[in-house]
Antibody
Framework: EVQLEESGGGLVQPGGSLRLSCAAS????????MAWVRQAPGKGLEWVAN????????YYVDSVKGRFTISRDNAKNSLYLQVNSLRVEDTAVYYC?????????????WGQGTLVTVSS | DIQMTQSPSTLSASVGDRVTITCRAS??????LAWYQQKPGKAPKFLIY???SLQSGVPPRFSGSGSGTEFTLTISSLQPDDFATYYC?????????FGQGTKLEIK
């Protein structure tokens, strides 16, 4: 059974940093693209970033470029999101998601999310 | 960026009704469209990929159609468990984008 478990969220002041983690199990982690998707309170879903199987390719939504960094450790079956220079508008539940196989990929498994609150 | 627009934003319906949600893309995305269901406080659940392919385990009352720029999600006979928010998502190109969601409410 595929399982994704996020951690690392919390309350942080504007300008602060956090490192979000996602522990994966139940599948061969190193074989899949992985992604972070966020959802602001009461709002819709927003793709944040994704990373190729070996970490060599990474893509980001424009609003987080230069502030967020996605990474992975295949030996630890773990995905990370380093979030720096946080803004109030970054407040959201951050979901870890596994992408499907193939060239065109969707999100076929999701974690339960970790809440990041940016407030003074 | 490709903008995804869903309609309606809210839909009131009764158990047993047939309902259809529309998703329009601002550019052609072939059939690279997925649908997700989300209940309050829960993670999204993946339902349909490639516009019309049902994920294993998803009840056959759910169906998807469309290609290019216009897509639909249809639930043939609403069940109590189906009342939720539904999102479409294009995965044709970066950045991946979602529709704003359609909240399906009990009438």
């Amino acid at each position: 059974e595929v399982q994704l478990e996020e951690s690392g969220g919390g309350l942080v002041q504007p300008g602060g940093s956090l490192r979000l983690s996602c522990a994966a199990s139940g599948f061969t982690f190193s074989s899949y693209w992985m992604a972070w998707v966020r959802q602001a309170p009461g709002k819709g879903l927003e793709w944040v970033a994704n990373i190729e199987q070996d970490g060599s390719e990474k893509y980001y939504v424009d609003s987080v470029k230069g502030r967020f960094t996605i990474s992975r450790d295949n030996a630890k079956n773990s995905l990370y999101l380093q979030v720096n220079s946080l803004r109030v508008e970054d407040t959201a539940v951050y979901y870890c998601a596994r992408e499907s196989s193939g060239w065109y990929r969707f999100f076929n498994y999701w974690g339960q999310g970790t809440l990041v609150t940016v407030s003074s | 960026d490709i903008q995804m627009t869903q309609s309606p934003s809210t839909l009131s319906a009764s158990v047993g009704d047939r309902v259809t949600i529309t998703c329009r893309a601002s550019q052609r995305i072939s059939s690279w469209l997925a649908w997700y269901q989300q209940k309050p406080g829960k993670a999204p659940k993946f339902l349909i990929y490639k516009a019309s392919s049902l994920q294993s385990g998803v009840p056959p009352r759910f169906s998807g159609s469309g290609s290019g720029t216009e897509f639909t999600l249809t639930i043939s006979s609403l069940q109590p468990d189906d009342f939720a928010t539904y999102y479409c998502q294009q995965y044709n190109s970066y950045p991946y984008t979602f529709g704003q969601g359609t909240k399906l409410e009990i009438k």
